[in-house]
């Protein structure tokens, strides 16, 4: 286990289970092995095998700033300082004011317990009240009944899918667009500043 209690805080808040901090080269052996265990890269978009090095650029460039379009950072639960895993807004648009998320929980032994919507109300609270975006969507395989129901808990709303989109172990499977707005995710941050912002039903 890899213990980072000292770790630079970005993102916190008195109720979250989680901080949010910057992408740090320690961070490399972590996604080296994430990257690479296919039980987390099968709900992800990273379809092959991915060398120490290109975990190395990858992690150099994120740490040396935001950059414009994309801002990804590190998960870090925080009763024990462990780095869990990471996540980001991406494709953002300045002039409609839109991005995109993603989001990995690479550490399987905090799957399902809450940490990933913890994260990403952090960051939602972040992309609209600082960022001043305004439209926040997410796209998940069908199949991934876990991510769908965290986003829902989060605030998205199902607005399409895309029948057939996404191809894993074999099958096709639809994709389903997801959104939020700041309209929607007031009622969660209200929630989670009160404490009843409990952790979702893990679904297969």
């Not at 895309?162 to 959104?179: A, L, N, Q, S, Y």
Request: glycine share 10%.
């Amino acid at each position: 286990m890899s213990k980072r209690i000292n770790r630079v805080v970005f993102k916190d808040h008195p109720k979250s289970k989680v901080f949010l901090s910057p992408i740090e080269m320690g961070d490399v052996d972590r996604y080296y092995a994430w990257t690479n265990d296919h039980d987390v890269t099968r709900f992800l978009m990273i379809r092959f095998p991915t060398t120490r090095k290109q975990e190395e650029t990858w992690c150099a460039g994120s740490a040396a700033s935001a950059q414009l379009e994309n801002i990804v950072l590190a998960i870090i639960e925080k009763k024990g300082g462990t780095h869990i895993g990471s996540i980001g807004l991406h494709r953002i648009s300045w002039g409609n004011r839109s991005a995109t998320t993603g989001a990995m929980i690479g550490d399987k032994r905090f799957w399902g317990a809450g940490y990933g919507s913890h994260a990403k109300v952090l960051l939602l609270k972040y992309a609209f009240d600082e960022l001043g975006l305004h439209s926040i969507e997410s796209r998940v395989a069908a199949f991934n009944g876990r991510s769908a129901a965290y986003n829902k808990k989060c605030g998205y709303l199902e607005v399409g899918r895309m029948p057939e989109r996404t191809f894993r172990d074999g099958k096709f499977h639809d994709e389903i667009v997801m959104e939020t707005r700041p309209t929607l995710f007031r009622p969660i941050w209200k929630s989670f500043e009160a404490g009843t912002f409990g952790p979702s039903k893990r679904k297969k």
